[in-house]
Nanobody
Framework: QVQLVESGGGLVQAGGSLRLSCAAS????????MNWYRQAPGKQRDLVAS???????SYENSVKGRFTISRDNAKNTVYLQMNNLKPEDTAVYFCNVDDWTMGSYWGQGTQVTVPS
């Protein structure tokens, strides 16, 4: 079974930075996309950032210019660098990998808290 293990969450003050990591237990051979979602209590889960198979990235408007999604294929890992964090960024962050052959997989979620 493929597992995605997330790390890097925590509590940071506004303006601070965190880097989330999501390491897969196996290599992905036919990636459709790698994504980061987030969900605040009582809210829907929203797509925050995505990187496609050709490396094209996209971002939700509120994080554009502050967050950067990247990947390291050799390490089977996707990252989310989060800079200039704001209280509105507080949520549980989930990584997702969608692979043409292996299917779609989710990480366990990691809490990011930015107090006001």
């Amino acid at each position: 079974q493929v597992q995605l293990v997330e790390s890097g969450g925590g509590l940071v003050q506004a303006g601070g930075s965190l880097r989330l990591s999501c390491a897969a237990s196996t290599r992905f051979f036919s990636i459709k996309a790698m994504n980061w979602y987030r969900q605040a209590p009582g809210k829907q889960r929203d797509l925050v950032a995505s990187i496609s198979r050709d490396g094209t990235t996209s971002y939700e408007n509120s994080v554009k210019g502050r967050f950067t999604i990247s990947r390291d294929n050799a390490k089977n890992t996707v990252y989310l660098q989060m800079n200039n964090l704001k209280p509105e960024d507080t949520a549980v962050y989930f990584c997702n990998v969608d692979d043409w052959t292996m299917g779609s997989y989710w990480g366990q979620g990691t809490q990011v808290t930015v107090p006001s």
